[in-house]
């Protein structure tokens, strides 16, 4: 895990890579509590039986939405931001979806630092994340996320 305690310390990763995450397996149940907290309850992600029949990759497969969501959750393995008033997200640029994440499938996040700017007392990083599948050649997406925080 990377240490980050100000801007200074950011900015010295620009360009590089910062860390990646561990893995974390998508299970149905994370998929259905998904389902239940935005109302998207498509057959192909929560109907197992269905699924296995109708669907091209005869299994249920995680929302992209819920993959995407996982970003924070493995931002936090990857790197500890220390000295914080504020830490907020900011935007999202670039993303492509470029494969699905099958029900059961391991995932992590790669992460570098594609740019960082101070803005009167404010640290904008865009930080390059990629999400991995495990033993697939494809990721499941990628994109610029935008991050904004001000340290003390």
Not at 99 to 120: A, D, G, M, T, Y
Request: glycine share 6%.
């Amino acid at each position: 895990m990377v240490i980050i305690k100000n801007h200074t310390e950011f900015e010295s990763h620009l360009g590089k890579e910062i860390g990646v995450s561990n893995w974390h397996q998508i299970t149905q149940q994370q998929i259905n509590d998904f389902a239940s907290a935005t109302g998207d309850y498509q057959w192909i992600h929560v109907d197992v039986e269905r699924a296995k029949k109708e669907s091209p990759f005869k299994n249920t497969i995680a929302h992209g939405y819920l993959s995407l969501s996982l970003i924070y959750f493995f931002w936090k393995q990857i790197a500890d931001i220390q000295n914080l008033k504020i830490e907020v997200n900011y935007g999202i640029e670039q993303l492509r979806f470029g494969q699905p994440v099958l029900v059961n499938s391991e995932v992590r996040c790669r992460v570098s630092l594609k740019s960082i700017i101070e803005l009167r007392g404010t640290t904008k990083a865009t930080l390059f994340v990629q999400m991995e599948i495990k033993d697939q050649p494809k990721h499941a997406f990628t994109g610029d996320i935008l991050l904004l925080y001000q340290f003390i």
